[in-house]
């Protein structure tokens, strides 16, 4: 993903609701999803901007920006030489530890990724990242809580959540549809869905939880942040 960067003297048109134009030494940056944003050289904020325009057409020499969303439009031209730079950018995230290839880790947006070599570790829903590393490939570990809490490795192809929840909780619980087992399952998220699939589709997600005792439905209740709840979330028993 790239940013662009333009600095120089330019003339900013913006059109719409509040219809301006401004001249001065201004640097403007685009951002990878084509967000352009102008800065002068007073405060934080940029003294135009538009956010995710639908079209975008930059051309550099002669520079010549246009964004347009809807009745919105920002224009950006050039008045004198400007320059104009690219540069590879990343989220910025929280470092969590170091990727096989020595480079760091970060975790942002529900994943964690290497900003050396671009490997992307997606994290299960309320994971935490610990800082001990896994003894077969050096990763971090992560902690889940689904039922119990598990710690595994990031990388799911070295060490699955779904197998290690599986190991614990497969066949644990009765369907209370028809009484078959509950198997553990990855639905995109991991639920306990029962044997009898496809006769009978009852399936629940696994909370982000802790069990914590036994719903006067059959069926185990778990303890999570947002309270104790049954693993069936439609359960009024
Ligand atoms: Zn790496
Ligand atoms: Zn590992
Ligand atoms: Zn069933
Ligand atoms: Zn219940």
Redesign the pocket.
């Known amino acids: 993903m790239s940013t662009r960067v333009i600095a120089g003297d330019c003339t900013v048109r913006s059109g719409g609701r509040r219809e301006t134009t401004r001249r001065g030494r201004v640097v403007v940056v685009v951002k990878p999803d084509d967000t352009v944003l102008v800065h002068d050289a007073d405060g934080y904020q940029p003294v135009a901007w538009l956010t995710r325009p639908a079209e975008l057409t930059l051309t550099t020499d002669p520079l010549w920006l246009v964004a347009v969303d809807g009745d919105e439009s920002l224009h950006v031209t050039a008045e004198d030489e400007v320059t104009v730079a690219e540069h590879e950018t990343t989220d910025a995230g929280v470092p969590v530890g170091e990727c096989h290839c020595g480079g760091p880790l970060v975790r942002a947006g529900g994943a964690v990724s290497c900003l050396d070599c671009g490997e992307r570790f997606p994290l299960p829903g309320g994971a935490s990242v610990r800082e001990s590393?896994?003894?077969?490939?050096?990763?971090p570990?992560i902690r889940v809580e689904r039922g119990e809490t598990f710690e595994?490795?990031?990388?799911y192809?070295?060490?699955s959540l779904l197998s290690a929840v599986e190991t614990r909780f497969d066949r644990e619980w009765d369907c209370p549809e028809c009484g078959g087992a509950l198997e553990i399952l990855r639905r995109g998220g991991l639920i306990a869905g029962c044997e009898g699939y496809p006769d009978c589709e009852t399936g629940f997600a696994l909370p982000d939880g802790s069990v914590a005792g036994d719903c006067d439905c059959g069926l185990p209740r778990f303890e999570t942040d947002a309270g104790e709840r049954c693993l069936d979330s439609g359960c009024d028993a």
């Not at 590393?133 to 990763?139: E, K, N, V, W």
């Not at 595994?152 to 990388?155: F, M, S």
């Open positions: 590393t896994c003894d077969d490939c050096g990763l570990r595994v490795c990031l990388d192809d070295c060490e």
